[in-house]
């Protein structure tokens, strides 16, 4: 969703600047224009210039309602950790590059992603992944999203997210789907 129009920010929230990661508030009465709406959260450009992520538990501040991520199957609570990395795989795929509006799987940003059988009988899941920038400040954020979307799958009982730098990302990493959506080919 990507909107010409301007919006008038209902109510204070706070907004997390792209790509510095800092953490800021946009008043009430603010102009802001709609950039990307997916996983979840929306980028908007504000009226001073500045790019920010807005969460989607302030979707009403914008005067959207709240973009929540799919939700997983419950079925395989107690399945193998095929099935439950599979699912996994699929909530990866709901969290996005707030400047990029393609998923963080398609970006090529997850360099290793297993989930371990545990003595319990749940699993635990490791992520590893990077950014498209050593310098971007949304490291963090990402990598909360990532942990707070993973909770949520049946099964899992652990998570274990980490940003790495080596190797270093480059556009080699993209999918030939994310190619055609970024217009690369």
């Given at each position: ?34 950039t990307?709406?997916?996983?979840g ?16 538990k ?22 193998g ?9 699929d909530?990866?795929?709901t ?28 699993k ?55 190619k ?6």
């Amino acid at each position: 969703m990507k909107s010409d129009t301007p919006i008038i920010l209902r109510r204070d929230c706070s907004a997390v600047m792209i790509p510095s990661g800092d953490i800021l508030k946009l008043a009430a009465g603010s102009r802001v224009w709609v950039t990307q709406s997916l996983g979840g959260s929306f980028t908007v450009m504000t009226d001073r210039g500045y790019m920010a992520r807005v969460e989607g538990k302030d979707a009403d501040a914008l005067g959207m309602e709240d973009a929540a991520s799919p939700q997983t199957a419950t079925s395989v609570a107690r399945g193998g950790a095929e099935e439950v990395e599979s699912l996994v795989w699929d909530q990866l795929k709901t969290c996005f590059d707030p400047e990029i509006p393609v998923n963080i799987v398609d970006l090529g940003l997850i360099y290793h992603c297993r989930a371990i059988s545990l003595p319990s009988g749940g699993k635990k899941v490791e992520v590893k992944f990077t950014l498209t920038a050593p310098g971007c400040g949304m490291g963090e954020i990402l990598k909360v999203d990532i942990r707070n979307k993973l909770v949520g799958v049946p099964g899992v009982e652990q998570v274990e997210v980490d940003l790495v730098w080596e190797p270093p990302w480059d556009q080699s990493r993209i999918s030939e789907a994310a190619k055609q959506q970024l217009g690369m080919v």
